[in-house]
């Protein structure tokens, strides 16, 4: 007697379970779907659109070595003269394996800071003269018939807007006075 009323139990507890669930899984099932509204997508931050840049590699090997990805990707607004591969490429042999190195990272903040002037400074706002750097000493910029060069290397594709600034791509590694290579 005990098991059919133990078994009794056990299907009307079953068909409870059931019949409860299946309003929910129903209304689930058929609920209409929440609208959503599609969001602006943020424009990306300095570091991640020298990453997506095939030509800015050694920089952003150079800006993580550094320690300055967090400040990159900050608040800002920064403009920064991106030196290419091939910018990089012509440094002595050795120096840009030297500068990686973990001992040799306070030279390579101050190289890289060397090329970053606070604000955001694009093609039609740039004007010649000595510009402060984030670094601390100051870089000529000369404008000539529509050519930029910053302490004598040419800008060679200016304007790449992020989220926390400008990029404008140089042709040379900038070294402040006081850095020799």
């Known amino acids: 007697m005990n098991y059919l009323i133990n078994k009794t139990v056990g299907i009307a507890i079953a068909a409870t379970t059931l019949l409860v669930s299946v309003p929910t899984f129903a209304e689930t099932a058929n609920a209409p779907k929440p609208h959503t509204i599609p969001t602006a997508k943020t424009a990306s931050t300095i570091v991640e659109i020298a990453s997506a840049n095939s030509s800015l ?3 952003v090997t150079a800006i993580k070595a550094a320690g300055l990805v967090e400040t990159l990707s900050g608040q800002g607004p920064f403009t920064v003269f991106a030196p290419t591969n091939t910018a990089f490429k012509a440094l ?24 970053v002037v606070p604000g955001s400074v694009t093609s039609k706002t740039i004007k010649a003269g000595d510009v402060k750097t984030v670094e601390g000493a100051s870089v000529k910029i000369q404008v000539k018939r529509g050519r930029v060069t910053i302490d004598k290397a040419k800008v060679t594709k200016t304007d790449i ?5 400008v990029i404008h791509l140089i042709d040379k590694v900038l070294l402040p006075p006081d850095v020799k290579l």
């Open 57 to 59: 590699k050694t920089l």
């Open 92 to 115: 002595p042999k050795g120096t840009l394996e030297k500068l990686l190195k973990p001992e040799n990272k306070a030279t390579l903040v101050k190289i890289l800071t060397y090329h």
């Open 161 to 165: 807007k992020a989220s926390n600034g």
